[in-house]
């Protein structure tokens, strides 16, 4: 076994463990970013979107939020954020039509009587969902995400090509059989020589920087969907 399977059958091992139960008392809150067409001509920008992801699309690190929220000024709604976020958090994934239910279960108890849930343009009934809560127009959004353990996977990944150097081509194929090894088989994975997103961290960033220059690829942040729903994984190099 070489070393990067030793540390790879690690990280497999420790997948459960990424996964916390149902009974969490704090659920930790997760930014969660897509690249999502206009929601019928509302404006592009939303005074205020909080973006809970159990299910979180695969966007690694980039600084884009602070404190897990991407904060607009608008009546915050804590409650119904919170119990949102613990129930995808009591998922590996959850696709729309559950969460659908589940979630217009709390709207009542919670005091959200008139919210409704709305699917962005992306979203396909068999793909798991991460939620935003827009107050300013009493909607929840779902919109795509991952399971749990696919972002485990993309992380182990994505740490991997930063301590190793792999080319265009190995680095593809790199990712491609660790995608499929946790069942994820149906993403495109393009290149570039301009990241999706950087760490916001400026150690980090200069990292990335210098290992690209040095030929190598990376994960560079995460994955955008089309219309269609369909998913773009993207690494970056030269």
């Known amino acids: 076994m070489t070393t990067f399977d030793e540390r790879l059958s690690v990280q497999l091992s420790s997948l459960d463990a990424a996964i916390p139960p149902p009974s969490i008392a704090a659920p930790r809150l997760r930014p969660d970013v897509v690249a999502t067409p206009s929601l019928r001509g509302r404006s592009k920008a939303r005074r205020r979107l909080v973006?809970?992801?159990a299910a979180a699309a695969l966007?690694?690190?980039?600084?884009?939020?602070?404190?897990?929220r991407l904060m607009f000024?608008?009546?915050?709604?804590?409650a119904l954020e919170a119990a949102i976020a613990q129930?995808?958090?009591?998922?590996?994934?959850?696709?729309?039509?559950?969460?659908?239910?589940?979630?217009?279960?709390?709207?009542e108890p919670l005091g959200y009587e008139g919210w409704d849930i709305e699917r962005t343009a992306p979203v396909r009934d068999d793909v798991?969902?991460?939620?935003?809560?827009d107050s300013?127009?009493?909607?929840?959004?779902?919109?795509p995400g991952v399971s749990r353990t696919s972002m485990a996977m993309f992380e182990a990944?994505?740490?991997?090509l930063l301590a190793r150097c792999l080319g265009k081509d190995a680095a593809i194929e790199f990712v491609r059989s660790g995608l499929a090894s946790v069942g994820v088989d149906d993403v495109a994975i393009s290149t570039g020589d301009r990241p999706l997103s950087i760490p916001g961290d400026e150690a980090e960033a200069a990292r990335w920087q210098q290992h690209v220059?040095?030929?190598?690829?990376?994960?560079?942040?995460?994955?955008?969907w089309d219309e269609a729903g369909n998913r773009t994984i993207h690494l970056w190099g030269n």
């Open 213 to 224: 220059a040095n030929g190598c690829y990376v994960l560079s942040g995460g994955a955008t």
């Open 157 to 160: 990944l994505q740490a991997e």
């Open 59 to 68: 966007v690694i690190g980039t600084g884009v939020a602070t404190g897990g």
């Open 136 to 143: 300013e127009h009493h909607a929840v959004l779902l919109m």
């Open 87 to 107: 129930l995808l958090d009591a998922e590996d994934c959850l696709q729309p039509a559950e969460a659908e239910v589940k979630i217009r279960a709390l709207f």
């Open 73 to 78: 000024p608008v009546q915050p709604e804590p």
């Open 51 to 53: 973006l809970l992801a």
């Open 128 to 133: 798991c969902v991460a939620a935003a809560v």
